[in-house]
């Protein structure tokens, strides 16, 4: 069957290649032009009429330095919109998003909701090129919501017809996209919205080539009677709107090939020798190579072997040179069958072994462009990170600076009034009123000290459970979306179980997946939300004895504490119990907590292989550091109790308020 793919405004007549002496004559009449705007309207239009062809792109560098000189947010961003489009065009996806996004970003500036669509529309597709269906798909949603909300804004003619353009390229990119990942109900919904959108353009052209697409999509579901018959209405508006030849040859093909599924021999090859004729007169090599191929598919099934080998072998060496996998996959295939009917085997045993490693070849490809298109996530969501990381930290050192001029501030209008008061007063009474002001100093700076600590714990607990909450509802969705799609892909080729690969992969996702989960929950246990800390040092525990670990916990008379202090003595154990599992060794892990008088006792025992707390003071360990500052946070004690090789003990008392 042909490949569904994504279509152009087609019309019935095509364009003739330009030359060096046009570019130059248009460039060098652009002060013809009333504003700055219109001459890069006409260099970006220019530009995509003639297909972003390899010297459009004198078009668009004119677009830009004009842009640039004038600083508008407009041209450059419609400019840099044309440099993503060239590049997607020219097969680098990588330039094409990286320009896209500086569209977008000077889009959003301006608010155009129209060009913010086509911009997205566009990174869809490259997404799609790359292999990320899904990311592609996320992404002409995104546009197509965009799209949506121009409903309710009054338009000039010109941006009417951009927008309705625009959903007729939107809706027939997501049903190719659903198509890929077999939502064939989905597919047909965006082809049929595709179809009344080309209609309300009145572009029978390209109404035609999405009834096509429809048409092929039907057959490949089975449904052939419907697949024909929309297919035959395809081609009858092909011929009404004057489509070339070419359009009119891929009709006949496909029609052929639902005849062939049909059963329909003869009708068969009737078409599919329709489409060599025209195929041969236009000199198009894809559309000989693949009526070739599916001749000889068809003289094999007829048992006319001889005619199928000399079919077949003409379109292998045209899927040999224009390096095209999916024709040589085929014309292998029909070659192995043919011989092997003939019986020569040599020759058969040949093409067999061909088809399998171009076969596995095309198989690994797809592997590696779904790791990498994992890893391209991961070093997005690694660069978001380390920038927010960043951000963070300049706003805690701006904050510590803004906190020490104040405290400054005040302590230096302390003294003046120190030094003022010293001068009317006698110096017992002098002596007094400065320890009485010291005692004020201390007071407010201990004050500004725990206002500033419990902030930056509330941002920290706060931007925990936002990424908590990303890592679980965006990342864990995603990733179990790919399970879902992995298992199908499995449940479709029964090999695939036996690919050591597929089995590797299958359980790096299964991995991946329990990872999120367990990152999410450390970050932000429900528990602690729900059943205060006692039930989230409980949770916890339970996660323990999950992992082979013979945890124990115990709670008396634990008293209701302040929320802050109650993350701080949950972090304060989360620490711990993480030193015990990273260092310790232990198989037992002893925790208990409980209330007396006025204080809160936190004992937590294991017995792994414990340490030289002296020695290990001395090397600065960050474990130790972190979990010592958080108990003087809470103005508590801790006591360790520790020997290499006789497991720890540690004693932590803190105060109830």
């Known amino acids: 069957m042909a490949t569904l793919c994504c279509i152009p405004l087609v019309s019935g007549q095509g364009k003739k290649p330009i030359n060096k002496r046009y570019i130059d004559s248009v460039i060098s009449t652009l002060d013809t032009a009333k504003t700055n705007f219109d001459k890069v309207r006409k260099l970006t239009r220019l530009a995509g009429e003639n297909r972003y062809t390899p010297l459009t792109r004198e078009f668009i560098d004119k677009s830009i330095e004009i842009s640039k000189i004038v600083g508008e947010p407009k041209h450059l961003a419609h400019s840099y919109y044309s440099l993503g489009n060239y590049y997607y065009f020219n097969s680098k996806l990588d330039s094409c998003l990286s320009n896209l996004d500086k569209a977008y970003l000077l889009s959003e500036e301006i608010n155009e909701p129209l060009l913010q669509s086509s911009i997205l529309s566009t990174k869809g597709g490259a997404y799609s090129k790359l292999g990320a269906v899904i990311l592609a798909i996320s992404t002409q949603m995104e546009a197509k919501h965009l799209l949506d909300k121009m ?18 390229v939107l809706n027939n990119s997501l049903a190719n996209l659903y198509n890929k990942t077999e939502d064939y109900e989905k597919a047909i919904e965006y082809y049929e919205g595709a179809y009344k959108a080309a209609l309300n353009l009145g572009s029978k052209g390209n109404a035609a080539v999405i009834l096509s697409n429809k048409g092929n999509l039907f057959i490949k579901m089975n449904r052939l009677e419907e697949g024909l018959a929309i297919l035959k209405q395809g081609k009858a508006m092909k011929l009404e709107s004057g489509m070339p030849e070419r359009f009119i040859a891929s009709s006949d093909l496909n029609i052929g090939i639902a005849h062939f599924e049909m ?3 003869d009708k068969a090859l009737e078409s599919y020798e329709k489409s060599l004729v025209v195929s041969e007169t236009n ?14 598919i068809l003289f094999n099934a007829y048992g006319r072997h001889d005619e199928a080998l000399q079919n077949c072998r003409d379109a292998k060496v045209i899927a040999l040179k224009t390096n095209d996998s999916e024709y040589l996959i085929k014309t292998c295939d029909c070659l192995y069958q043919a011989h092997n009917a003939l019986g020569n085997y040599e020759e058969s045993l040949q093409n067999h072994e061909l088809y399998t490693k171009v076969r596995d070849s095309v198989f690994n490809e797809k592997n590696i462009r779904k790791i990498t298109q994992i890893e391209m996530q991961y070093g997005f969501d690694k660069k978001e990170a380390e920038q927010q990381l960043i951000i963070d930290k ?29 001068l009317k007063y006698q110096k017992t009474i002098a002596g007094q009123e400065r320890k009485l002001q010291q ?16 902030s930056m714990i509330e941002g920290q607990e706060a931007e925990r459970l936002r990424i908590a909450k990303d890592l679980h509802d965006s990342l864990g969705g995603l990733l179990s979306t790919v399970k879902a799609h992995f298992g199908s892909i499995q449940k479709e080729c029964d090999q695939l179980e036996q690919v050591p690969i597929v089995q590797k992969t299958n359980g790096l996702i299964d991995e991946a997946c329990i990872e999120v989960r367990r990152i999410s929950h450390n970050m932000m246990p429900h528990a602690l939300t729900i059943s205060g800390l006692e039930g989230a040092i409980q949770d916890m525990v339970d996660n323990l004895n999950d992992q082979k670990y013979d945890a124990t916990f115990e709670a008396n008379n634990l008293p209701k504490m302040e929320t802050t202090r109650e993350v701080m003595v949950y972090r304060l154990v989360q620490e711990i119990i993480s030193n015990i599992r990273k260092h310790a060794k232990a198989t037992s892990i002893f925790i208990q907590i409980f209330g007396h008088k006025q204080e809160i006792n936190l004992i937590i025992e294991d017995d792994g292989v ?14 130790l550091k972190s979990i010592n500052s958080r108990v003087a946070f809470l103005d508590g004690n801790i006591e360790w109790d520790t020997q290499p090789k006789r497991g720890t003990n540690i004693n932590i008392t803190i105060p109830k308020q």
Do not use: C, H, P, W
């Open 151 to 168: 409903d309710t804004l009054v338009l000039r003619e010109d941006q009417i017809r951009k927008y309705k353009g625009q959903n007729l």
């Open 263 to 265: 059963g329909n021999y």
């Open 283 to 296: 000199k198009s090599q894809r559309g000989i190579m693949e009526a070739y191929t599916n001749k000889g």
């Open 610 to 623: 414990g340490f030289d707390y002296q020695k290990a003071q001395l090397e600065r360990g960050l474990g």
């Open 439 to 454: 005692q004020k100093i201390t007071d407010l700076q201990q004050k500004n000290k725990l206002t500033a600590m419990s």
């Open 394 to 422: 300049k706003n805690r050192q701006k904050n510590q600076i803004l906190i020490g001029l104040i405290a400054l501030g005040v302590f230096a209008l302390t003294l003046f009034m120190f030094f003022r008061k010293r």
